[in-house]
């Protein structure tokens, strides 16, 4: 469960159905659960080798970091070998299952976004801050995995969904990453907090992505596919997050990050569940 962080993958899992339930809503057609299923069953494989290798990757990272070192690779509660098995056997199982039960876009997005997260995010985040970006460019894949499994096409309500995801992990990492600031250049990742004592410029970005992730929720009014009552959900939503990340670049403590922090994981949750509420073909 350490290993393949469990909690991460229900998070992909989450996101990967919520893209399935609205495709099939913006198809118009029911949902087909026995598809539903083996989606989640090929998600949740790729999304734990995608765990698996990160933590293989990051070992010696690991070791130095308080909130970290006691994952199973760096206690050496498992052979690292026998981890490295593991997860090309989940990422095996996964892509092949997504392809055969489900189909090949399907397949084709886990795909990526393991190689995205495991061949460019985890790497750069030794050499450039810009590694926060890619990483939520990964994160912000599920979705899509579920939207093109339901048989979804490209417009502008899966991009939506996509945007959604990624501009919500912004302020969500900027906050974990100030208050961590010491842990993370301890342990020699490359961080937008790095030197960073005052907080004035990782607070500033919170507030440009809590801003821009305002917009897009504002979006919707004008294409038509969520209805009004959910719009102004998702932006009384956005304004709290605005709110706290403001307020986060106005005193720049501990505290005020960590309110931006839990407030980011209460904000999804709730704008997902809106979207399932007042999503509309």
């Not at 995995?145 to 969500?172: R, Y």
């Not at 970005?205 to 917009?215: E, I, P, T, Y």
């Not at 922090?261 to 399932?276: D, K, R």
């Amino acid at each position: 469960m350490s290993l393949t962080k469990a909690r991460l993958s229900i998070l992909v899992i989450v996101t990967t159905v919520v893209g399935f339930l609205l495709a099939s809503r913006s198809a118009m057609h029911g949902v087909d659960w026995v598809n539903l299923l083996h989606t989640v069953i090929g998600g949740a494989l790729a999304a734990g080798a995608a765990s698996v290798f990160n933590q293989l990757m990051e070992i010696d990272a690991d070791a130095r970091m308080n909130r970290t070192a006691d994952r199973p690779l760096p206690r050496r509660k498992l052979p690292v070998a026998g981890a490295f098995s593991l997860g090309w056997l989940l990422a095996a199982l996964g892509i092949i299952h997504l392809a055969a039960k489900v189909n090949f876009q399907a397949s084709a997005i886990a795909a990526a976004t393991l190689g995205i997260y495991i061949f460019i995010y985890t790497p750069a985040k030794r050499f450039s801050s810009l590694n926060t970006l890619v990483g939520a460019i990964a994160g912000a894949l599920p979705p899509l995995i579920g939207w093109f499994a339901a048989g979804g096409g490209v417009g502008i309500e899966m991009w939506f969904l996509f945007a959604l995801l990624f501009l919500w992990q912004l302020p969500h990492f900027l906050a974990i990453n100030w208050m961590y600031r010491d842990e993370y250049e301890k342990a020699g990742f490359v961080m937008w907090s790095n030197g960073d004592e005052s907080g004035a410029r990782t607070s500033m970005l919170a507030l440009v992505f809590s801003a821009a992730l305002l917009c897009l929720l504002i979006a919707p009014l004008f294409f038509s596919f969520v209805s009004l009552w959910a719009v102004i959900g998702l932006c009384v939503a956005g304004i709290m997050m605005l709110f706290l990340a403001f307020n986060f670049r106005l005193n720049r403590t501990r505290v005020a990050a960590r309110k931006l922090f839990l407030y980011t994981l209460l904000f999804l949750p709730v704008c997902l569940g809106l979207l399932i509420m007042g999503w509309q073909p």
